[in-house]
């Protein structure tokens, strides 16, 4: 063949270079390289309408789209948004956390299955954390819940935390205003895992569940008061085979130190309960548990109560996002900060002082 050459390894012998030959071709001058065609942008209207008719494709790309953070596309996001407002709000908010290895991906696939076979529409809102060095994530949720991610009433969306407080990424809420303008009725928000910051999930859901294991240290992590006041449920995971007696036990502890905690919800008594996503044994006693937490809620009020609430923390948490943005873009802000930050650390200037001066740079130049 014209201009071909092959090529035999160091490690081949000479005698048999003809079985482990490389062939390479020689391209010619005429080939052309692949040009790549720009994907038009899609419009508001077409963005309204795909969601509304729940086109997977349309609904991922409108989440990406809120998910950036150009002043284009965060434009084109409100608007499609103010379109979809009177199509949200009639979803179940969950909020699912819990220490590493409590197997919240496996409960997450056998809870959002068991929901889809009852006929629901779940959504799930995966939220991986970022590498602090890298800003990377790994994003493998769909391939730990394989079979949910394959269930046609099953959407699963993983998204880097970016660094956000509360393992949960800055524009979930958006997200699962989409998911509900698609026709989502159950919408789980799993998080990065426990930790002081949890209060975050707690703002945006209407259940908010705790995974914990059988001796791993989590009897004495839930006499912390901090994440337990949080929980309308505590599930003790991996409730099988020779676990499933310390699983029992670790149930009756916990009812103990929940009864001395204030409540996360007024007029709910927050309870312990025990499952194995692994077998299925025990989820639909937790979807009954929330049922019942919806129904209690919205007789008394409070699920109204608390999502008004959560509109209003949303309005503080946008502010503050957006001074901060506004503050660290500044021109001024920008070439003025390495400055400051060497005079702070050569001990040249306080803290307060560097602060102060940084504040009325901005307000002076804004």
């Known amino acids: 063949m014209n201009g071909e050459r092959t090529h035999r390894p160091e490690w081949v012998e000479k005698e048999r ?3 482990f030959a490389t062939a390479y071709v020689k391209t010619t001058a005429s080939a052309s390289p ?3 065609v720009k994907r038009k942008e899609r419009s508001v209207k077409e963005y309204v309408e795909g969601v509304l008719n729940n086109d997977r494709t349309i609904l991922a790309q409108a989440i990406t789209l809120v998910e950036s953070n150009a002043p284009k596309h965060m434009d084109i996001a409100q608007q499609v948004l103010n379109e979809l407002l009177p199509h949200v709000g009639k979803s179940i908010r969950i909020g ?3 220490v590493p ?3 919240k991906s496996t409960f997450i696939e056998a809870f959002g299955t068991f929901l889809c076979e009852q006929g629901h529409r779940v959504a799930v809102l995966a939220v991986d954390p970022s590498s602090s060095l890298t800003g990377g994530s790994i994003l493998g949720d769909k391939t730990r819940m394989e079979s949910l991610a394959r269930h046609p009433r099953a959407f699963i969306r993983p998204s880097p ?3 956000a407080l509360g393992g949960v990424h800055r524009k979930t809420r958006e997200t699962m205003m989409l998911c509900e303008a698609a026709g989502y009725d159950v919408i789980l928000v799993e998080t990065v895992g426990v930790g002081q910051s949890e209060f975050v999930v707690r703002g945006m859901v209407d259940f908010f569940l705790m995974l914990v294991l059988t001796g791993a240290g989590d009897d004495l992590q839930g006499i912390k008061r901090g994440i337990m006041e949080l929980t309308d449920a505590v599930v003790i995971n991996k409730a ?8 029992l036990a670790a149930q009756k502890e916990y009812n103990q130190i929940l009864h001395y905690l204030r409540p996360a919800t007024p007029g709910w008594e927050t309870k312990a309960y025990t499952c194995s996503a692994l077998l299925g044994e025990g989820i639909e006693e937790i979807w009954n548990v929330i049922q019942k937490f919806v129904e209690t809620t ?3 009020g409070v699920f109204d109560m608390r999502r008004r609430h959560q ?3 949303w309005i503080y948490s946008m502010i503050k996002d957006y001074l901060e943005t506004s503050f660290f873009s500044h021109p001024a802000v920008k070439e003025k900060l390495p400055v400051i930050e060497n005079n702070v650390i050569s001990g040249t200037q306080s803290v307060t002082s560097a602060v102060r001066e940084l504040i009325k740079i901005y307000e002076s130049r804004s």
């Open 101 to 103: 290895g409590a197997g």
């Open 17 to 19: 270079e003809n079985e």
């Open 240 to 247: 099988d085979g020779d676990n499933k007696p310390k699983a």
């Open 34 to 36: 692949k040009r790549w």
């Open 298 to 300: 919205k007789q008394s």
């Open 161 to 163: 935390s970016g660094g």
């Open 96 to 98: 699912i956390t819990g």
């Open 311 to 313: 509109q209003k923390d």
